[in-house]
């Protein structure tokens, strides 16, 4: 009896399947795999004849270099091993450095797995199963060090002195990799050896080019140290990194001196350069006389130019990486150390010697949150000029002026002009074929198209009947102070009005009367006009609307399915429910009335899950590419939802707390919300999978959130890893982070409850995006928020004009940029007078404090002789703001003020008095203050 794998095996080799002309088969060696078909393979491979070939290396080579959707998941992995580095690990060392805490090695490892799953560690990654470690994480100190990445932490306490580390995040299953080396209180030949360690892998990176040979990098990484210092020859590893990727580390892709294969475009590498077993002079114990250095990146190659450093955000120059050590001695005496010559420190509780981190050149201590992000503001500001001005310099900025539309033509020859006997007799005649309407003028009939028609007007007046038609003209004025129409030859002459006049009395022998034909153009003209004007706005609607591929259906019926969803923007009046499928290459939303809806795969720009917590749906939103067109109406954003719970309620209905048919709902809407959050996110994974990188799904961070007014009604505005939006109301609201140029605060005062937020884009053409009414107690929330985004910010104390500004700057950017570009909304440039002018009350005013406290309320009262003169040095101040605010108040004294309201008091009770008298005197009680003593009076 033969089992199934032998039948599947006899059943594959036949002719259909293979040749038989070849004796070759090819095989991964190092698999090593179990069982019974396993065998039976084997066997039957023997039995044919065939001889086995390990296509690894090939293999291995032909799938290094990576295409678009890899990198982007390759970068978003280094990201998470940068975050990884800077919010934990750095973080942990720096920690137990000024604390002066023991810690051990294989704790701070094992700290690093459940640190990934964190989100403040990690916040650029929605789901936290998507990211793991790619091998446990490595940290070594006290003199031993072993630069492998078989190896494993050990149980010791971290030394102080020289750490190193590695580790990797694997995200989607695509590995990068970081190595670092920390040097606490380092000496100068420690110093020494790290930034020839530096300098050897910057040098090593620019030599990692396309079609470099692998072992020519290695030869000239190896050469120039041999040139700028070869006493470390002997200590160098003997590799200079790997190809990483699905694999962590490809075997048949390292930079030694054997590999000769080549350097591709997209192949990612993990670069590193170690030192070990090197020689401490300065040491004074066994540990701190041996040393090691690890340094390692991961790097991609580009197709001109050296390779590209994904986890450069990971600090590594010496500066950054040194930490000094400051020691309690005599107050005459301070310890010079090879970076700064820090003042001794006093000793601390209990004699110890108090440790304090310096980073740089200023201690951690003295870096504030706010300090940290001043000067990541200062960095995103010089950057910004220079990355728009460079962005601008690519190719020709095109200014966007006013779309010059083709001109409608009623007739192109006069073969087509209308022979019907209206226009032969000199009459008023409409062409509904050509949109024209046919004037006589001056013993001609001249055509005048349904487009140059402004409005028909039609009176009756006596006898006659009167038909004004109003043309479109330079000058006339519109709806909104602005011309909608923009005429090729604004300089030729226009006619702006006619008017027709026609008798309504019937002559004898005439069916009807001369004014029935004025009554019928009108009629026409109305319709031509509608007809027009709707496929005007049609076509208005079309703009920027790109047709959408064909949606290919799966053939198996097994596609991922979520039932009993609704679409928004709904299809009809009525709310109809549907089910949303994935197919091969897009979405299909089937209604239950046979409706269809496709989206594609490739025309989505950002896709997002938001699941049920806290909220009533839950949804799957689409922000598009490019726009599409469902009933006749232009898309960006489509949504799928369902609700999962009452989204009204009965005010009517007694609850109470123990009733049991309310405990029951509570439950069975847990449930439902569980079900349908486990029901979609199975939907979004197999998505994910299907569009093999097309579609990936983001959630938005509730945590982060903070209330605004996109439009017109106050929503909560939540950050996604790469966008600001709010889901749940309709119309969305969706802001790309990589389009934003800089972010602007309006209204930021300190008496204002609320403050105005103004995203500018790098496009300066697209108008910019205001978000009203958002909390004052949020402003640091959200300037923190944008702040870790690397998006620059500024703020001011009033409302700009921001058409004004974007016409300004988009009439020349490059010249724009070149005067300072947005430097002009930071308020330091606004209030330099102002802060002068305080400093110099500050110094005048600081040896008395008690004048100070006294000025402060002298300006409401009178009876403080002795602050006089502070009373009127801030009424001056006084004065002269109110000469900025108000022109039409300053100069006033007290007594003019005082005249005006007397003046406003007695005008206001005249005219009570009057409403009192003009009231009817029915209800004595209204008129003498109601309920109260004087109805009591006038009842008596």
Request: aromatic share 8%; net charge negative.
């Amino acid at each position: 009896m033969q089992s199934h794998s032998q039948i599947l095996i006899r059943s594959t080799f036949k002719d259909e399947f293979f040749s038989l002309q070849g004796k070759t088969i090819g095989i991964f060696a190092k698999e090593k795999l179990d069982g019974d078909a396993y065998t039976d393979w084997n066997n039957a491979i023997t039995k044919a004849g065939f001889t086995k070939q390990d296509i690894s290396m090939v293999v291995a080579y032909i799938m290094a270099p990576k295409d678009d959707k890899e990198i982007a998941l390759m970068t978003k992995s280094s990201v998470c091993t940068v975050d990884l580095f800077k919010k934990f690990y750095w973080e942990q060392i720096m920690t137990a450095v000024d604390q002066d805490k023991r810690v051990k090695h294989l704790k701070i490892a094992d700290g690093m797995d459940s640190a990934i799953k964190r989100r403040e560690i990690i916040p650029n990654v929605s789901d936290p199963d998507d990211v793991e470690m790619c091998y446990p994480a490595i940290v070594q100190s006290g003199g031993k060090f072993n630069f492998k990445f078989n190896v494993t932490s050990e149980n010791d306490n971290l030394q102080f002195g020289v750490i190193c580390a590695s580790f990797g995040v694997k995200y989607k299953e695509y590995c990068s990799n970081v190595a670092r080396t920390v040097m606490v209180a380092p000496t100068k030949s420690q110093l020494a050896c790290y930034d020839i360690a530096y300098e050897l892998e910057e040098h090593i990176v620019k030599k990692l080019t396309a079609g470099a040979r692998l072992c020519d990098v290695y030869e000239a990484g190896i050469a120039w140290l041999r040139e700028k210092k070869p006493d470390l020859l002997e200590n160098v590893k003997k590799n200079f990194g790997f190809a990483t990727g699905l694999e962590f580390r490809e075997a048949f892709l390292v930079i030694n001196e054997k590999t000769t294969h080549m350097a591709r475009k997209g192949m990612v590498f993990c670069v590193e350069v170690a030192f070990q077993g090197l020689k401490n002079t300065e040491g004074k114990t066994d540990a701190e006389k041996t040393f090691g250095i690890w340094l390692g990146d991961t790097v991609i190659v580009k197709e001109t130019g050296p390779a590209e450093i994904l986890t450069k955000g990971a600090q590594k120059k010496s500066k950054q990486v040194s930490i000094i050590v400051e020691t309690a001695k005599d107050d005459d005496d301070k310890e010079d150390l090879a970076i700064i010559e820090v003042e001794t420190a006093t000793a601390g509780p209990a004699g110890r010697s108090r440790r304090t981190a310096v980073t740089g050149e200023r201690l951690r201590t003295d870096f504030s949150g706010e300090e940290k992000r001043k000067k990541n503001q200062e960095r995103l500001r010089d950057e910004l000029n220079k990355k728009a001005y460079a962005r601008l310099s690519k190719g020709k900025e095109e200014v966007a002026g006013p779309r010059l539309k083709k001109a409608n033509v009623a007739y192109r020859n006069i073969n087509n002009f209308p022979t019907d006997d209206e226009v032969k007799h000199l009459q008023i005649y409409v062409d509904k074929r050509a949109e024209t309407l046919i004037l006589p003028l001056f013993g001609e009939p001249v055509p005048f198209h349904i487009s140059i028609i402004k409005s028909v007007a039609q009176s009756v007046e006596g006898d006659y009947t009167y038909l004004r038609i109003n043309f479109l003209h330079p000058g006339a004025p519109v709806m909104g102070g602005q011309e909608k129409h923009v005429f090729s030859h604004p300089e030729a002459q226009f006619l702006k009005e006619l008017t027709f006049r026609s008798s309504n009395t019937k002559e004898p022998g005439e069916l009807a009367p001369a004014s029935s034909n004025l009554t019928n153009t009108f009629r026409l003209v109305k319709e031509l006009q509608k007809k027009y004007k709707t496929r005007e706005q049609e076509e208005r609607e079309h703009e920027g609307v790109i047709k959408q591929d064909t949606l290919m259906l799966n053939p198996n019926k097994n596609q991922p399915r979520l039932k009993d969803l609704f679409i928004r923007p709904p299809l009809s009046q009525k709310r109809i429910s549907g089910a949303l499928e994935a197919h091969v290459n897009g979405f299909r939303y089937t209604t239950l009335r046979g409706e269809k809806v496709d989206v594609l795969y490739n025309n989505i720009k950002h896709a997002f899950f938001q699941p049920c917590d806290g909220e009533m749906i839950i949804l799957l939103h689409f922000h598009l590419k490019n726009a599409v067109v469902y009933q006749k109406r232009k898309i960006v954003d489509i949504q799928f939802y369902t609700e999962v719970g009452e989204t009204t309620t009965d005010l009517g209905k007694h609850y109470h707390m123990h009733d049991r048919d309310d405990l029951a709902s509570e439950q069975a809407e847990r449930e439902l919300r569980n079900r349908l959050t486990t029901a979609f996110k199975t939907f979004t994974e197999k998505v994910e999978a299907i569009s093999k990188g097309d579609v990936d799904f983001d959630t938005p961070f509730r945590d982060l959130g903070f209330p605004g007014v996109p439009f017109r009604s106050t929503a909560i505005l939540q950050p996604t890893s790469t966008c600001l939006v709010n889901l749940s109301e309709w119309p969305p609201f969706v802001i790309t982070l990589d389009e934003v140029e800089l972010v602007h605060f309006e209204r930021v005062q300190f008496h204002i409850k609320n403050f105005d937020m103004v995203f500018v884009f790098k496009d300066y053409h697209r108008k910019p995006v205001l978000v009203t009414a958002i909390p004052m107690n949020l402003l640091e929330h959200v300037k923190s928020w944008l702040d870790n985004s690397d998006i620059y910010f500024t703020e001011g104390i009033q409302s700009l004009n921001w058409v004004k500004i974007m016409k300004t700057v988009g009439e020349d950017p490059k010249e724009f940029l070149r005067e300072g570009g947005w430097q002009f909304l930071e308020p330091e440039d606004n209030a330099t007078a102002a802060a002068e002018e305080d400093e110099e009350d500050d110094d005048e005013y600081k040896g008395s404090e008690s004048e100070d406290a006294g000025s402060g309320s002298g300006s409401d009262s009178d009876d403080d002789s002795g602050d006089s003169e502070v009373d009127e040095e801030e009424e001056d101040d006084d004065a002269s703001n109110e000469d900025l605010s108000s022109g039409e108040e300053s100069g006033k004294d007290w007594d003019e003020l005082e005249a005006e309201a007397a003046k406003a008091d007695r005008q206001k009770a005249m005219e009570e008095e009057q409403e009192s008298s003009r009231m009817p005197a029915k209800r004595p009680n209204q008129r003498f203050g109601g309920s109260g003593g004087g109805a009591k009076r006038m009842r008596r």
